[in-house]
């Protein structure tokens, strides 16, 4: 179907944080499916979780349990230091699904309105369109954002719910941007990075909102299923063990200082944390510098007319980065 339009590259393999066309041509990949890659193209420690994980058990469905869930399941509450339960998905606009109904289950009948951030995106079935105005482009909340929202949401009784489905995962150098601020939301939704390239959603419920669901309430076929959830566990242990946390806030912040320090008249400066961010431009050419910059050998995403977002794989490396910060002159040139 046609609601793609036609995309500019087709793909044929990828290493690392470079991919290859049909052509053979070779693209430093910055975009990272959309903040999914979270280790790369061909990790060994994500495919040998894949691998072993189908030769034994690919599929349960929702009638039995399985141990890779259940580990998933305590190593996403450790993570968070929270008691709660998780629901599996097979995707982001499925786990705000299920904390839309969560949290109306949790509130009861008279309770049914909703607020949502401004520019927001949360996905495209009903109920999470219903809640998305837009797709701001990596735009960071002020400081106090989220602690003021926490603060009304107690006074009042509501829920604060954080969709980390981008931002999750280490992506701005901490497991959730939230723990940046020293906010605990009462549900957290998840995907994206968690699978690293396999989809997963999670919606998470802490304290009272994870036994909001009865039995029945809600289901997925596919959600959580085994080998979705090894490659999850697979992404959280190589994070861990490889100090990538670290790594993403110091290359995050090399990129950032990088493309600051360029003077360009169309650079208008960068936003966000770690490697998770968005150039700036000082006219709406975005399309063009993501034409130009593939043009160059680098995948970016034009999200705005006037933004460019950068999402790399967490293991980019500061050669790799300082490549495409050297590069970016000539590509707004070009543009």
Same mark, same amino acid.
């Given at each position: 179907?046609?609601?793609?339009?036609?995309?500019?590259?087709?793909?044929?393999?990828?290493?690392?944080?470079?991919?290859?066309?049909?052509?053979?041509?070779?693209?430093?990949?910055?975009?990272?499916?959309?903040?999914?890659?979270?280790?790369?193209?061909?990790?060994?420690?994500?495919?040998?979780?894949?691998?072993?994980?189908?030769?034994?058990?690919?599929?349960?469905?929702?009638?039995?349990?399985?141990?890779?869930?259940?580990?998933?399941?305590?190593?996403?509450?450790?993570?968070?230091?929270?008691?709660?339960?998780?629901?599996?998905?097979?995707?982001?606009?499925?786990?705000?699904?299920?904390?839309?109904?969560?949290?109306?289950?949790?509130?009861?009948?008279?309770?049914?309105?909703?607020?949502?951030?401004?520019?927001?995106?949360?996905?495209?079935?009903?109920?999470?369109?219903?809640?998305?105005?837009?797709?701001?482009?990596?735009?960071?909340?002020?400081?106090?954002?989220?602690?003021?929202?926490?603060?009304?949401?107690?006074?009042?009784?509501?829920?604060?719910?954080?969709?980390?489905?981008?931002?999750?995962?280490?992506?701005?150098?901490?497991?959730?941007?939230?723990?940046?601020?020293?906010?605990?939301?009462?549900?957290?939704?998840?995907?994206?990075?968690?699978?690293?390239?396999?989809?997963?959603?999670?919606?998470?419920?802490?304290?009272?909102?994870?036994?909001?669901?009865?039995?029945?309430?809600?289901?997925?076929?596919?959600?959580?299923?085994?080998? $979705?959830?090894?490659? @999850?566990? %697979? =992404?959280? +242990?190589?994070?861990?063990?490889? !100090?990538? &946390?670290?790594?993403?806030?110091?290359?995050?912040?090399?990129?950032?200082?990088?493309?600051?320090?360029?003077?360009?008249?169309?650079?208008?400066?960068?936003?966000?944390?770690?490697?998770?961010?968005?150039?700036?431009? $000082?006219?709406?050419? @975005?399309? %063009? =510098?993501? +034409?130009?910059?593939?043009?160059? !050998?680098? &995948?970016?995403?034009?999200?705005?007319?006037?933004?460019?977002?950068?999402?790399?794989?967490?293991?980019?490396?500061?050669?790799?980065?300082?490549?495409?910060?050297?590069?970016?002159?000539?590509?707004?040139?070009?543009?």
């Amino acid at each position: 179907m046609p609601n793609y339009g036609t995309p500019p590259l087709a793909l044929a393999r990828g290493e690392g944080c470079r991919v290859w066309d049909v052509d053979g041509n070779a693209y430093l990949d910055l975009i990272g499916g959309i903040a999914v890659s979270a280790l790369g193209h061909g990790h060994p420690a994500l495919v040998e979780a894949v691998s072993a994980q189908v030769a034994m058990l690919a599929h349960t469905s929702n009638l039995f349990l399985h141990e890779p869930e259940v580990l998933l399941a305590e190593r996403l509450l450790r993570l968070l230091d929270a008691g709660g339960r998780v629901f599996f998905t097979n995707s982001g606009t499925e786990a705000n699904e299920a904390a839309y109904k969560l949290v109306r289950r949790h509130a009861g009948a008279g309770r049914t309105y909703v607020v949502a951030a401004d520019g927001g995106f949360h996905g495209r079935t009903m109920g999470s369109l219903a809640l998305t105005q837009g797709e701001g482009g990596i735009v960071p909340a002020p400081e106090g954002y989220l602690a003021a929202a926490r603060r009304i949401c107690d006074d009042t009784g509501a829920a604060l719910v954080l969709d980390e489905i981008q931002s999750g995962i280490g992506r701005t150098g901490a497991w959730f941007q939230h723990q940046h601020e020293g906010v605990r939301p009462d549900v957290i939704t998840l995907a994206k990075g968690l699978g690293g390239g396999l989809p997963i959603g999670a919606c998470i419920g802490l304290g009272p909102y994870g036994s909001a669901f009865g039995k029945g309430d809600h289901g997925s076929t596919f959600g959580g299923n085994p080998v $979705a959830c090894a490659a @999850a566990l %697979a =992404v959280l +242990a190589t994070i861990e063990n490889d !100090g990538l &946390l670290d790594h993403v806030t110091k290359v995050g912040e090399q990129l950032a200082e990088g493309i600051t320090a360029i003077d360009h008249p169309l650079s208008a400066g960068v936003r966000g944390r770690g490697l998770w961010r968005a150039i700036v431009l $000082a006219e709406p050419r @975005a399309a %063009a =510098v993501e +034409a130009a910059a593939r043009d160059a !050998g680098f &995948l970016v995403n034009a999200v705005q007319p006037d933004a460019i977002r950068l999402a790399p794989p967490l293991i980019i490396t500061p050669g790799e980065a300082g490549s495409f910060v050297a590069a970016l002159p000539g590509i707004l040139g070009t543009a």
